[in-house]
């Protein structure tokens, strides 16, 4: 457990540095990283299923200036890991990750508050000519505490939680666990429905209406209408720059400078 405990604490330290060292890999994504735990625990499956039930959720949170949202890849992981550990379904896994979630959001607001700290050392450390210092605030020190935020907490709780946390699912009564599980489903609803508020229009309503009733009359899977929705939009595209084609004339990636009989010289 303890070399598990390890190798998720140091996926989550992965997740924290993207898109701040690591560039941008898309690995702070709870789909991502639910599967990156699912596949070092030996169950793939349920971390792919756990990762896009949260990644649904999280669809509809945006980090907005100063703002720090619920930290869904750190309850990504931790839910991911105590399903998979306990065997619990993915359901009873979300109502352990919504806390997690919030608790990630309050060490993120922690975090962001020391950062700060280390923010006016370095322009100390500027005014005084010490740029080593001020560089080793920036690189270091403010590398190794976003690492730290995250390691800690998920080797914490894989470690030393798993077998707490399986006795409480235990003894929670049936009818909780389906009311729980009954909750689960409306939270990837309502992220969805966030996502759709900022999405559809008078333009592209047609469009969801039109998958909607594919699914639900024609009995179409995902992926059935992913290809006719990947069809669908070729076809629109081809047809939209054929039109602006005509009206316009030649297109700009038609033009040619050299072919341009009027001088401006000349004029």
Not at 86 to 105: K, M, R, Y
Not at 163 to 187: M, R, S, Y
Not at 210 to 231: E, P, R, W
């Amino acid at each position: 457990m303890f070399v598990t405990s390890l190798i998720l604490g140091l996926i989550g330290v992965l997740c924290i540095l993207d898109s701040r060292l690591l560039g941008r890999l898309n690995l702070e994504r709870p789909l991502i990283t639910a599967t990156l735990v699912g596949l070092v625990l030996g169950d793939l499956p349920a971390g792919l299923a756990m990762g896009a039930t949260l990644e649904l959720i999280s669809l509809g949170i945006v980090n907005i200036g100063a703002a720090a949202p619920p930290d869904m890849n750190m309850a990504a992981i931790i839910s991911t890991a105590f399903a998979i550990l306990t065997g619990a379904s993915a359901e009873t896994a979300l109502t352990i990750a919504i806390p997690i979630a919030v608790l990630g959001q309050m060490i993120g607001v922690l975090m962001r508050t020391v950062l700060a700290n280390l923010t006016h050392a370095a322009d100390r450390a500027i005014e005084a000519g010490n740029f080593g210092r001020a560089r080793s605030m920036h690189i270091v020190w403010g590398t190794l505490l976003y690492a730290l935020m995250y390691f800690v907490p998920i080797f914490l709780a894989v470690f030393v939680g798993t077998d707490f946390v399986q006795k409480l699912v235990e003894v929670i009564p049936a009818w909780l666990t389906d009311g729980l599980n009954l909750g689960a489903k409306f939270l990837t609803a309502y992220g969805i429905a966030l996502l759709l508020s900022t999405m559809l229009n008078r333009d592209l309503t047609a469009y969801f209406l039109l998958g909607f009733f594919m699914v639900g009359y024609l009995g179409l899977n995902i992926t059935a209408i992913a290809i006719f929705a990947c069809i669908l939009a070729f076809i629109i595209s081809k047809n939209g720059s054929r039109g602006g084609n005509s009206a316009g004339g030649e297109s700009s990636d038609d033009y040619d400078p050299l072919e341009d009989d009027d001088d401006p010289l000349e004029a």
